[in-house]
């Protein structure tokens, strides 16, 4: 029952990460009230939000909080969740190896520790690069860790 629950999570947020490349840019007035208080409850004295419509009824709120960390909160009638995305030169050094050994050449694209319903985990965002000039990046996949790196699943985006 639990990994049925860890793969149908796994796969909504596959399904919204591709959905997040293409949210909308919105101003905070466009944004429910009941979003907005809540990430200010959450984070008292955030600047500088930008939000994104990602679906309906589902923003993103993202910031660099006071400590210089990438954060993000999504927001949905389902509930909240929080990324804090990790810094290359911080990524878990069993995260990247696990990674290596199951898609030799694959590079981390975005490594972030997400949290819903107070269950922590890491998720990375793999792939390879399109060219060496280029930022665009084919055959990706979103691996999913618990946060001591045992490796949860993966799902093909």
Not at 109 to 124: C, F, P
Not at 129 to 144: C, E, P, S, V
Request: with cysteine; hydrophobic share 40%; proline share 3%.
């Amino acid at each position: 029952m639990k990994k049925i629950l860890v793969i149908a999570v796994a796969l909504l947020l596959g399904q919204t990460m591709l959905f997040a490349q293409n949210g909308k840019s919105v101003s905070e007035k466009d944004v429910p009230e009941r979003y907005v208080k809540d990430l200010h409850r959450q984070v008292q004295d955030v600047k500088d939000v930008d939000w994104r419509l990602i679906d309906t009824l589902i923003y993103d709120a993202c910031f660099v909080n006071e400590s210089g960390t990438r954060t993000a909160y999504r927001f949905s009638p389902k509930g909240m969740e929080t990324r804090w995305y990790v810094d290359e030169k911080y990524y878990p050094h069993s995260i990247v190896q696990k990674i290596q050994e199951m898609h030799p050449g694959y590079k981390v694209k975005e490594l972030y520790a997400l949290q819903i319903k107070n269950k922590v985990t890491y998720q990375a965002i793999v792939g390879m690069r399109k060219g060496f000039f280029t930022k665009k990046w084919k055959k990706m996949h979103l691996m999913n860790f618990e946060t001591d790196s045992k490796f949860i699943d993966e799902i093909e985006l």
